[in-house]
């Protein structure tokens, strides 16, 4: 996935440096104030970041969290685990790491989201396909929405009603409404197909 940058013109402010985006979301995940490996930093972003942006994969958080050590954002400590496994190293953001999390969200310039729906551009195509094969493309897009909507809908009412966790809980109900959205265009492509049949014969 291609990342932006919020760099320095952007924000403003010229002592920061350029990050790209998936370290503003591994720094987000840790401004909740937790101390997290990179698997439970894993864990988290499948949990909630990729209903609505995308869970980045082990070797970008940990590629990320080697950056934001280096600037100063975050800090790490081996600590024993009480499996016996061998020591983990675990990560907490520190005071700029927060001042420059709370800087990005604030006045990071305001993207519109990219769309690049597969499932749309076949339809696009669908003069190449078969009405039937159109139906049951868009019968899985419409169970992979209901799915996740159902999954956001669960989350968000498993995440903690305080803070700062309430955010976290409105943004998985907008994750739900959008999979619902989702859900309900591909049925209303489908009888958008069902009428052009009918006209054609």
């Known amino acids: 996935m291609t990342e932006k940058r919020a760099d320095a013109a952007d924000t403003g402010d010229a ?41 980045p994969s082990f070797s970008q958080i940990y590629g990320e969290l080697k950056r934001l050590e280096k600037v100063g954002y975050v800090t790490s400590r081996m600590v024993a685990q009480e499996t016996g496994n061998r020591d983990k190293r675990v990560y907490v953001i520190t005071d700029a790491g927060m001042a420059a999390a709370r800087h990005w969200a604030r006045e990071a310039p305001v993207e ?7 499932v749309m551009l076949r339809m696009w195509l669908g003069h190449l396909l078969e009405t039937d094969r159109m139906r049951d493309v868009l019968g899985q897009h419409r169970q992979y929405a209901e799915t996740m909507r159902q999954r956001a809908e ?23 409404r959008y999979y619902a959205a989702e859900r309900d265009l591909a049925d209303a492509m489908l009888a958008d197909l069902e009428e052009r049949e009918r006209r054609r014969f």
Do not use: C, I, N, Q
């Open 154 to 176: 669960v989350d968000a009412e498993d995440t903690r009603d305080e803070e700062p966790w309430t955010y976290p809980a409105l943004v998985l109900k907008w994750s739900e």
């Open 112 to 118: 519109p989201p990219v769309l690049k729906h597969g």
């Open 15 to 55: 002592e920061r440096p350029a990050l790209p985006a998936t370290s503003w979301a591994v720094l987000g995940l840790l401004s909740f104030g937790e101390e997290l490996s990179g698997y439970d930093l894993k864990k988290w972003s499948d949990w909630s970041l990729r209903l609505f942006y995308w869970s």
